[in-house]
């Protein structure tokens, strides 16, 4: 059965962000991570523009520390980046405003970044060529808001609507919100994140314990992949609750650090287990929304 949502009620308005400069702590004074084993590190992080590493694209075995795919913007200012980061939602379209890329559209893909203040942003690979760091990129944004009436128990979350409708969720025999994914992260594999809000940011999937990962089948995924959270409620923060599901999508690439791992940026949950993860290969915002 089509799923019915209030979308022609949600208004769309304007965010702005600035290209994110890459950056790194000031304290400790020193730009090194630990690995998961101890071994210190030193890799690119959050923001700016790459090049080299796409939505589609594997989500592990780039030499970074939870890379963004594409380009990351925020907003200097405290406030006005809280309204862009919670307003963009995944599937919005944004468009360059400023720089030799004018006119150039992109697509939020996630957000993420050290303290949850990116929002992730996938162009043309041609397109990132002739950008620059600070640029303006406004993002259409629609979705929050987002309600289904026939799945009351059913939150959604920095999910555009044109994201819902491309995933054909179906309501089931049996009343769930079918939603198809590549696969179920089970809640010992969630790591950082827990505790946070769900309105920005990420939860991440610890990969330190590479069996576990293996047996769970999310060896092989893709940055941009639709997942399902088991035993995780994301109502209001990121917790374990036991019949809890959650569906996200794989916005950031791996991490050697222990608690990290790919960053998904969640899109809905339901504390009461009314959503059913339909395991389905090739869920990606790539294919999905077919850019």
Request: with cysteine; glycine share 14%.
């Amino acid at each position: 059965m089509t799923v019915k949502s209030n979308a022609d009620r949600l208004i769309s308005v304007s965010v702005m962000g600035n290209i994110a400069s890459p950056t790194f702590p000031g304290l400790p004074a020193m730009p090194y991570y630990l690995t998961a084993d101890g071994q210190p590190f030193l890799l690119p992080s959050y923001g700016g523009i790459v090049y080299n590493v796409s939505v589609g694209d594997s989500a592990y075995g780039w030499l970074a520390d939870c890379v963004h795919p594409g380009v990351s913007i925020n907003v200097k200012d405290d406030m006005g980046n809280r309204g862009l980061n919670i307003l963009a939602c995944v599937g919005n379209t944004a468009v360059v405003m400023s720089g030799s890329a004018q006119g150039a559209r992109g697509i939020v893909t996630g957000k993420s970044g050290r303290f949850s203040e990116q929002v992730i942003i996938h162009f043309d690979p041609k397109d990132r060529e002739k950008m620059a760091i600070g640029d303006k990129i406004i993002v259409r944004s629609k979705g929050v808001g987002l309600e289904l009436p026939d799945h009351p128990d059913v939150k959604i979350k920095s999910c555009a609507p044109e994201l819902l409708d491309a995933l054909e969720a179906t309501t089931r025999d049996d009343g769930k919100l079918g939603v198809p994914v590549v696969g179920v992260v089970p809640a010992h594999l969630l790591g950082a994140g827990a505790g946070l809000t769900s309105e920005g940011g990420s939860i991440h999937i610890q990969t330190a314990d590479k069996d576990a990962l293996k047996e769970s089948g999310l060896d092989n995924l893709r940055l941009g992949d639709v997942v399902a959270l088991a035993d995780y409620d994301s109502s209001w923060g990121h917790g374990y609750l036991r019949s809890a599901v959650g569906i996200g999508v794989v916005g950031q690439g791996d991490s050697p650090r222990a608690g990290y791992g790919p960053g998904i940026t969640l899109i809905m949950t339901s504390q009461t287990g009314g959503i059913a993860p339909m395991v389905t290969p090739g869920v990606n915002l790539r294919e999905v929304l077919s850019f």
